[in-house]
Nanobody
Framework: QVQLVESGGGSVQAGGSLRLSCAAS????????MGWFRRAPGKERDIVAA????????YYADSVKGRFTISRDNAKNMVYLQMNSLKPEDTAVYYC????????????????WGQGTQVTVSS
């Protein structure tokens, strides 16, 4: 049974930082691209960042480029999202997701999802 478990969410003031973690189990982690998505209140779930199975290539939404960094540790079956210079518009539930092989941007391409972790940024 595949499980993705996010942690590291919380409340922070604008300009602050948070690091999200996602622990994966039940899948061949190093064969899966990983993505971070978020859903803000009243909005659809959108991609934030994604990383290839090897970690050699990444994708970022324009809204987070230069502020967020995605990384992975295949030895530990972990993926991370370092979020710096946080803004109130970053407030959302953040989800970790996995799909076999290559990166895709759309959420429908991802096979496995975590339960989400809340990030709240106050001004």
């Amino acid at each position: 049974q595949v499980q993705l478990v996010e942690s590291g969410g919380g409340s922070v003031q604008a300009g602050g930082s948070l690091r999200l973690s996602c622990a994966a189990s039940g899948l061949h982690f190093s064969s899966h691209a990983m993505g971070w998505f978020r859903r803000a209140p009243g909005k659809e779930r959108d991609i934030v960042a994604a990383i290839t199975w090897s970690g050699g290539s990444t994708y970022y939404a324009d809204s987070v480029k230069g502020r967020f960094t995605i990384s992975r540790d295949n030895a530990k079956n972990m993926v991370y999202l370092q979020m710096n210079s946080l803004k109130p518009e970053d407030t959302a539930v953040y989800y970790c997701a996995a799909r076999y092989q290559d990166i895709k941007i759309g959420s429908l391409w991802y096979d496995y999802w975590g339960q989400g972790t809340q990030v709240t940024v106050s001004s």
